[in-house]
């Protein structure tokens, strides 16, 4: 159901952009495109390589930018993607989190940071909630942790402060097949 939400969203911004900005529209299909594409791959996978799932962060994100413009920046720094696995579309749900709970405006734009340290691996995102928020909180993160808890004895961590709200995730070193 949420994901239906967000879904019907993105297609909202492709109708807008249809009329507003044609050539914009097109880059929005293709980023789009690719995200569905992935989103079916792995839908039945346990696991899935730590440089696919950047992979399709950075379509999520460059989608993202597509609609919000400059309130919306991001950076990602990865050393090592190739030896690592995370749940699939773990990512996404950490951004799709930032993005729908936090406040965006040209002033004050929502930066997003995704980083490895080690065999860790961080989601990073400034902390200004919205005045109003959507529907229920946690779920997305509840399921990253059953997800991540049913494969490692290692925790996810969250730690928010006035200014930061911050994911780490335990990288995973499981073979993938």
């Known amino acids: 159901p949420a994901a239906s939400v967000v879904y019907k969203r993105q297609l909202n911004v492709l109708s807008n952009l249809i009329y507003e900005d044609p050539d914009q529209a097109n880059a929005f299909i293709e980023k789009l495109s690719k995200i ?8 039945y ?3 899935v390589g730590l440089d696919q799932e950047l992979a399709f962060a950075k379509n999520y994100l460059e989608l993202q930018e597509l609609r919000f413009g400059s309130k919306l920046s991001y950076v990602i720094t990865v050393d090592d993607s190739t030896h690592y696995a995370l749940p699939p579309l773990t990512l ?6 930032a993005i729908k709970h936090n406040a965006a405006t040209k002033e004050q734009p929502l930066v997003i940071s995704i980083k490895q340290e080690g065999n860790e691996f961080k989601v990073i995102n400034t902390f200004s909630p ?8 946690g779920i997305g993160l509840n399921n ?4 991540s808890g049913s ?3 290692r925790m996810v961590v969250i730690e928010k402060n006035e200014s930061l709200f911050e994911v780490s995730l335990p990288l995973l070193t499981t073979p993938l097949t």
Request: charged letters at 30%.
């Open 36 to 43: 569905y594409r992935y989103v079916l791959d792995v839908q």
């Open 45 to 47: 996978e346990e696991l």
């Open 92 to 97: 996404q749900l950490l951004l799709e989190n």
């Open 130 to 137: 919205r005045t109003t928020q959507p529907g229920e909180s």
């Open 144 to 147: 990253i942790k059953a997800r």
């Open 151 to 153: 494969m490692t004895d």
